[in-house]
C-alpha cells in the first residue's frame, strides 16, 4: 500500500471565532492538498479543534456553560467557517472526541510505562492565558513578564513532567541533518539558535483536577488531567491511527503559524521519539497578517472579517488575495485598497478579461466551434505548466500563482499584438484568424487546469464556459493540445465583475 500524502493545519483552539489568520492557514494547506492531489497523488488533509485547556474552562464559566456546552456550539461555528472556505478536507479532529481520548491515554501509559515521565513538585510563575509556566528567563528587564502573557500567578503544586533534556542533542543533530525538517530556513535558525542557547527544561505535562478538570485525565493517575498541549500535540498521530487502513503516518506538512514553532519544532519530535515513532516529514511555518500596518485587534477595531470579504467578493478572490499577497513565511499586511487593486487588475482585467475576450471571440467569428489545432502559445503554456509543477512540490505558491500569471499577462499580450477583430474584417485573413483564436482558447484551458488548487470555483467556470466536462484538477492535462478541433464552446460570462468602488 503506498502512503498517502498526510496534510495537516494546526487545530485551532475554541475561545473565540475564526480570524484572518485561520483562514489563511487553511487555505494555504487546502492549495497544498489540492495542488498535490492535481499532481497525482492521494492526499489526507486534517483540520480541527483544540478544545481542553483553562482558557476554555474559564470562558464557559463566563457563558454559564458546562466546558462541553461551549465547545459544541464554538465547534458549530468553526465548521461552518471550513464550509464557507470550502475546503477539501478528509477529516475534522475535535480534541475531546473519543477516538482522540483513547489514543492520547493510550500513549500517556505507554510513555509512564516506558519511564519518560516522572513526578514532582514544583513552585513557579504560571501565564493563564497561554496556559504555561514561566522562567526567570521570561522576565522583561523591569521584572515583570511581558503582557502578552497576560495575568501571570504563582503557583507551588505537583505534577509529572516529560523528560525533555534528555534528548536535546539528538534533536540538534537531526535539525541539522534534515535541512528541509523546518521550513522557512529562518524558522529552522530560530530552532537551533533556541536548542544550542538554552537548556531544555523538562515539560510539564499534567494539571492537578483541584485546580482544572476540564481535560483528558491521566489514566495512571486519577487526581490529574493532560497538560493541553500534550493533548493536542497528539492529534496529528491520533487521527492517522483512526484511518490506520490509510497508512497515513508520518505527516508529510504540518501548516503552521510561527507563534508555535517550539512546541512543533522542539516537544512534538521529541514526544514522537519517545513514542517510537517517525517524525514528520516537514513543519511549514507561516508568518501573521497585519491590517494597515498594524497588529489586528478586535479592540481597535481594525479587523478583517473574512466571512464578510467572501461574501462581497467571492471565495476565489479572498484566496487569490492571501495567497498572492504573502508568501508562506514573513508577515503581511492587508489593505482594503491592495485588495481591490488586485482583484481589478489581476482578477478582472488579467484573467476575466482574457478569458471573456478570447471566448466570446470564438463565439462571435466561429460560432463557437474551435478551429485547427495552433502552437504559437505552446511554448509560453508549456514553461507555465512546468513551473508550476515544480513549485507545487516546493510548496511555493506565491511563485506558482506568479509563474501562471506569466501566461495570462503573455496571453493578453498576444491579443493586443494579434489584433483579431482587425483579422475578423479581412476574408483573406481567415486562416490567421483561426490560428488566434486556438491558441486564446486553448490557453484558457491550460490555465483553467493550472488555477484549479488555488481558484477551484473560478477554474470550474472557464472549464464549463469551453463547453469542457469533467474537473480540470489534473495538473497532466495542462499539457498544450487538449482542445480538439471541431468542439464547441458553452457561454462565456464574466468570471469577476466589475465592483464600483
Known sequence: MSKRFYITTAIDYV?????????????????????????????????????HGQKVHQAAQAEKKSPQDYCDALAADWQAFVKKLELTNDDFVRTTQPRHKEFVQATLSKLND??????ASYTGYYSIKEETFLTEKD??????????????VELKEENYFFKLGAHQQWLIDYIEENPDFVT????????????????LEDLCISRPVARLNWGIPIPFDKDYVTFVWFDALVNY?????????????????????????KFHAVYWPIMLKAMGLP???????????????????KSTGNVVDPIAVINEWGLDAFRFYVLRELDIGPDGNWTDAGFRSRYQAELGNGLGNLVNRSLSMLKRYRNGVVPARSNELA?????AADETRALFKQSQLQAALQ?????????????????????????????????????????????????????????AKIYAQLGLTGAPDKLADATWGGLQAGHTIGEPAPLFPRKDV
Open 237 to 261: 498521530t491520533s487521527i492517522a491511527h483512526a484511518h490506520a487502513r490509510l497508512g497515513l503516518w508520518p505527516a508529510d506538512i504540518h501548516v503552521i503559524g510561527k507563534d508555535i514553532v
Open 139 to 152: 522576565r522583561l528587564p523591569d521584572g515583570k513578564f511581558d503582557a502578552s502573557y497576560g495575568e501571570v
Open 379 to 383: 511554448a509560453d503554456a508549456d514553461k
Open 114 to 119: 516506558a519511564g519518560h515521565f516522572y513526578k
Open 279 to 297: 517524525l514528520p516529514k516537514q513543519i511549514l511555518v507561516h508568518g501573521w497578517w497585519q491590517k494597515d500596518g498594524a497588529k489586528i485587534s
Open 15 to 51: 475561545n473565540g471565532q475564526p480570524h484572518l489568520g485561520h483562514a489563511y492557514e487553511k487555505i494555504i494547506t487546502d492549495v497544498i492538498a489540492r495542488a498535490r492531489r492535481s499532481l497525482g497523488q492521494e492526499v489526507f488533509f486534517l483540520t480541527g479543534l483544540d478544545e
Open 403 to 459: 509563474s501562471i500569471w506569466s501566461l495570462v499577462n503573455r496571453a493578453n499580450k498576444y491579443v493586443d499584438e494579434t489584433a483579431p477583430f482587425k483579422l475578423a474584417k479581412d476574408p483573406a485573413q481567415a486562416q490567421r484568424l483561426d490560428e488566434v483564436l486556438y491558441n486564446l482558447a486553448e490557453s484558457c484551458r491550460v490555465l483553467a487546469v493550472l488555477l484549479n488548487p488555488f481558484l477551484p470555483g473560478t477554474s
Open 184 to 199: 522557512p530556513s529562518y524558522r529552522r535558525n530560530e530552532v537551533l539558535g533556541f536548542l544550542k542557547n538554552n537548556t
